[in-house]
């Protein structure tokens, strides 16, 4: 095939889209793999809970461990846990019971979740 300087820039433009779409997904996958941005609970007195997924990814859980079984996945949409079901068990408390994760209980682990001001 003889390359003219039309095909040339065809070329050129068609790899340049490929680069260009390539590089939207490698970016999707990636947000995907690290998993959405932080969020905030309210917290009560005790002080604002932030969630942080990628630190939790680091950590070792995997997206499964916690979705579906223990938290939906759904955009927007916040459980409200209670301490009290957290020291049963429950929502954060799956993890954190001072075994798999620090506890809920301890005074000194809750400024570890609790960020005052
Ligand atoms: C340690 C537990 C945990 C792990 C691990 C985890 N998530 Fe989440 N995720 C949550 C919690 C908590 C919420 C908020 C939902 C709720 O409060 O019920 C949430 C919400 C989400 C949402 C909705 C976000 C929004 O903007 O509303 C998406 C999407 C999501 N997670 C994706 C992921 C992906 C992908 C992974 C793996 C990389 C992952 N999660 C791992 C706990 C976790
Ligand atoms: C693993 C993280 C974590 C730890 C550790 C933790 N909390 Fe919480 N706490 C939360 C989350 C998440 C909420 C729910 C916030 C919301 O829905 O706005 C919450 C809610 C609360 C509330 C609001 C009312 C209620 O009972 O749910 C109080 C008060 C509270 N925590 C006190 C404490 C105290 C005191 C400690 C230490 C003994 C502690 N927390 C340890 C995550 C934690
Ligand atoms: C699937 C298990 C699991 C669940 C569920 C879970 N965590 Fe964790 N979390 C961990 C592990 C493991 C660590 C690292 C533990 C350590 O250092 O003791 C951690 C660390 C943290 C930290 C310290 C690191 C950071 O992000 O700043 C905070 C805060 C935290 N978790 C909050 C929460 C809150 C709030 C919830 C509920 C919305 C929750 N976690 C649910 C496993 C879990």
Avoid: Y
Avoid at 88 to 113: I, L, P, R, T, Y
């Amino acid at each position: 095939m003889r390359l003219t300087w039309r095909s040339t820039l065809a070329l050129a433009v068609v790899v340049g889209l490929i680069a260009f779409l390539g590089a939207i997904v490698v970016q999707k996958a990636w947000a995907q793999a690290k998993g959405p941005a932080d969020f905030e609970f309210a917290g009560g007195a005790e002080g604002k809970v932030v969630f942080n997924h990628e630190k939790h990814s680091a950590k070792s859980p995997k997206c499964t461990d916690c979705h579906v079984k223990v938290f939906k996945m759904t955009k927007g949409q916040r459980s409200a846990p209670k301490m009290a079901d957290m020291e049963k068990g429950q929502s954060c408390g799956a993890c954190h019971d001072g075994k798999a994760a620090f506890g809920v209980k301890e005074k000194a682990d809750c400024a570890k979740c609790h960020k005052k001001g």
